[in-house]
């Protein structure tokens, strides 16, 4: 999957497409004609790169192509290589001269070496390659087009889009990357569909489960996938179906949305999910990307799992370890503010890697199948403090936990230490609370251990009732309660530092 784009300035490398024309004019003449205006109309500017002299250049493309100085911004004049030395990176420079970024550059060029620098510098490498076949084509471009056409269609996907629906151009492109193979799928997602149809005549109960995303946008697509399918797995249902409504702040691009599409087709393909329909939209209602996700499972009535089938002398079980899904939200979308307080690269990228571990559908299958597993609840907002709780409120049934028990990986530690951030409160999917009969409680925990997950003993089903009892070093604590998640309280507090940082001279 490519990475989203945005871009404000085509850059063109002149001297490689005129060398890639091999003398025929068809190439830079359609360029030139066409170019200016599609750009223009879509509130782009278009600059060219060179080794020949500013002066050089404008003049060629104003006696060649009737193209003005004022039509060409940026004009880039590439210094000559000193001996043993590379070529020096002009696009950085010419972003400060524009007051943007590289980032907002597409550049393209028929050059790999001219691309390479365009990508070292974080623009976008668009390789021009008549005749081939486009695709991406590995660490030099981001990609490869071989007309006119396909560059527009490029251009475009790095435009910012206006509010209102999702275009039902790119809508139906996006939807065509989806293959639809559950014969229970009675009407797919199209242009026009409203609605999604499932036949569940054969299921005995169907279980449904919706939450919105709105945390690490950088994988938001994987985590809708996962949050709504763990619920549906603790009630011991196949996760089958997902619908959801995408909500993109004005301004966003069709790749940044294309690559949020791909994520959830990927993600959903990967556990056997079909993503049956939902909503685009671009509004001003948001200021990133939501993902509002609803997804619904099947099981067989007799095998249904329900909080209620808690009984005293249950033991509890822990799968992982506290605060997986906030270790990886933190380190994504606060990684060089930990580095700044003495965390490194390599325990950063491991924290972001977490994103992995936030699928509990293995261990929920697994206990699901135990005869004596008498509910599951995974571990969301509010962390595992707030877990028990909602265990226990449901469940009718009070609880008795060692604190000392429950699992934090160091890196988890790190984080809250460095960041003023307790664990136990701190959002926690990837984690799976288990309540089990005595008498299977250890062979599940073995089980669970065979296939791979860390799972814990942290405490026992103590009586009817509510609540929950901590115990640390043998003897009762007072049972810590997180009104507001740990994460939203750091970020509230991250966005005020950043709010004072500006109002200082």
């Known amino acids: 999957m490519q990475r989203p784009f945005h871009i404000s300035t085509v850059l063109f490398d002149l001297d490689g497409l005129l060398a890639a024309a091999a003398g025929s004019r068809r190439l830079p003449r359609a360029l030139a004609k066409g170019m200016v205006g599609m750009l223009r109309a879509r509130g782009l500017g278009m600059g060219v790169v060179s080794r020949h002299t500013r002066k050089a250049v404008l003049g060629f493309l104003k006696h060649r192509f009737q193209m003005q100085p004022a039509d060409i911004r940026p004009c880039i004049c590439l210094d000559a290589p000193h001996a043993g030395r590379r070529r020096r990176n002009p696009f950085p420079a010419a972003a400060r001269s524009m007051r943007t ?46 007309d006119l056409q396909q560059l527009n269609r490029l251009i475009r996907m790095g435009v910012p889009l206006p509010a209102g629906k999702l275009p039902n151009d790119l809508l139906k492109e996006f939807l065509d990357e989806f293959t639809f193979e559950d014969p229970a ?14 036949d569940v005549t054969r299921e005995e109960v169907l279980v449904l489960k919706s939450d919105p995303i709105t945390f690490a946008t950088d994988a938001i697509g994987r985590y809708a996938v996962l949050v709504n399918a763990n619920d549906i797995a603790t009630a011991g249902a196949l996760p089958r179906w997902l619908l959801t409504t995408l909500l993109f702040p004005v301004g966003s691009t069709p790749s940044l949305i294309l690559s949020i599409v791909s994520e959830l087709r990927e993600s959903c393909r990967t556990w056997g999910i079909t993503l049956c329909g939902g909503h685009t939209e671009i509004t001003d209602a948001v200021t990133r990307p939501v993902v509002c996700g609803m997804m619904a499972g099947s099981v067989r009535k007799r095998d249904l799992i329900e909080k209620r089938r808690m009984r005293p002398g249950d033991r509890v079980l822990l799968t992982k370890g506290a605060a997986v899904e906030g270790t990886a939200i933190i380190a994504r979308e606060l990684g060089s503010r930990l580095r700044r307080l003495g965390m490194s690269a390599e325990k950063i990228e491991s924290c972001r890697s977490y994103l992995d571990r936030i699928s509990i559908i293995p261990e929920a299958r697994q206990a699901a199948r135990c005869p004596g597993t008498s509910a599951m609840h995974d571990v969301t907002e509010g962390g595992i403090a707030t877990a028990l709780e909602e265990l226990s409120a449901a469940g009718g049934c009070r609880l008795r936990v060692d604190l000392d028990r429950i699992p934090v990986f160091p890196e988890t530690r790190t984080i809250c230490r460095l960041l003023g951030v307790h664990p136990l409160g701190l959002i926690g999917s990837g984690s799976l609370l288990i309540c089990c009969r005595l008498k299977h409680a250890d062979r599940l925990e073995r089980d669970l251990h065979r296939a791979g997950v860390q799972t814990t003993s942290i405490g026992e089903v103590s009586g009817k009732g509510s609540g929950v009892l901590g115990f640390k070093g ?23 530092r950043r709010l004072v940082r500006k109002r200082v001279p």
């Open 101 to 146: 970024t590289p980032q907002r550059f597409m550049v393209v060029s028929a050059d790999r070496e001219m691309l390479r620098l365009a990508r070292d510098a974080g623009a976008l490498a668009v390789e021009w390659c008549a005749n081939a076949t486009p695709d991406l084509s590995g660490p030099a471009t981001d990609y490869r087009v071989a």
């Open 185 to 198: 799928l009675l009407i797919n997602p199209g242009v026009g569909e409203d609605i999604a149809a499932v």
């Open 474 to 496: 043998g003897h009762p604590v007072r049972w810590r309660s997180f009104e507001v998640d740990e994460i939203a309280r750091l970020f509230a507090r991250e966005a005020g």
